[in-house]
């Protein structure tokens, strides 16, 4: 598969975009907690099935995704869901120009019709913050049929070959509700858990190679705590993310690591005991 995938990025990456398409690509740089997740998830996007990526918050779903855009040279548009998410957000909307001394009628494209017209990178972030009465507009654009009949025009899209469809999900937040089974079905599951150690240290080393290497143990011990605390409950995911991470350990840099913990993670975080435990689990590695 590893040469099929490898001939898909040749191919993919042979095309040439607008300046202002060239802008939206995203940033490589995602560091796979395990030694398949990247090449799986790459090998559904060459067979062209959309990929979910379900996990907490702060394990990497958006730079898995933003990497796919690197990794192919492909324009990403992303979607934020929310609940106020409706049809014109992804489809496009009417708006009234002139044209030629007239006023008519001109459609702008959403981000839905533009990544399937030019074959970019489509990225639906936190899906199921989403009203499910919203979604089903998009059954169609995510299985076999590859397309869309445009509510607003009547247009027919097919979809570009290049066209991509990537998901995220953070199950059992608050705002979110069960993902429609229907839409649910026509994508392919990963789970993208947080790094674990090595690939942690692998992660720092390649963002601060300069650190001394004592700060670099000291926040990944600090780190593993908090992914430990996280999974029994007793901490909010964020306070385990990867992002929070590599923002401690830069402000950390520049002052002490007491004090960048304190900012970049536990300040973060609503409940006062929540912080009070983060602070106490780092207490314990800060000499």
Wanted: include cysteine; hydrophobic fraction near 45%; proline fraction near 6%.
């Amino acid at each position: 598969m590893l040469a099929i995938i490898e001939e898909e990025r040749k191919e993919r990456n042979g095309r040439a975009y607008p300046a202002d398409e060239a802008t939206l690509i995203g940033q490589g740089g995602y560091v796979a907690p395990d030694a398949y997740l990247w090449e799986d998830v790459l090998t559904a996007v060459v067979i062209r099935r959309p990929v979910l990526l379900k996990g907490p918050s702060g394990s990497g779903k958006t730079k898995l995704a933003e990497s796919v855009s690197a990794f192919f040279s492909q324009p990403m548009h992303q979607v934020n869901c929310s609940v106020d998410l409706d049809a014109e957000s992804l489809i496009g909307f009417k708006t009234i120009i002139r044209q030629d001394g007239d006023t008519v009628i001109d459609f702008v494209d959403g981000p839905v019709v533009t990544a399937m017209k030019e074959g970019h990178i489509l990225y639906i972030d936190e899906i199921n913050m989403a009203k499910p009465e919203t979604l089903p507009i998009l059954h169609s654009v995510l299985d076999y049929r590859r397309m869309l009949t445009n509510p607003f025009t009547g247009e027919v899209i097919h979809a570009h070959p290049d066209f991509t469809v990537i998901a995220a999900i953070n199950e059992g937040y608050v705002g979110t509700v069960p993902m429609n089974e229907a839409l649910k079905n026509r994508f392919i599951a990963f789970q993208v858990p947080y790094l674990g150690q090595e690939q942690s240290k692998a992660l720092l080393e390649r963002e601060f190679p300069d650190a001394p290497r004592t700060l670099i143990t000291t926040m990944l011990n600090i780190s593993e705590d908090l992914k430990d605390q996280a999974k029994n409950g007793l901490l909010a995911d964020e306070a385990a993310s990867i992002r929070s991470l590599i923002d401690a350990a830069e402000l950390a840099l520049h002052m002490g690591p007491e004090r960048a913990v304190r900012y970049a993670i536990a300040e973060k975080l609503e409940d006062p005991g929540e912080r009070q435990l983060v602070m106490d689990l780092a207490a314990t590695w800060i000499r």
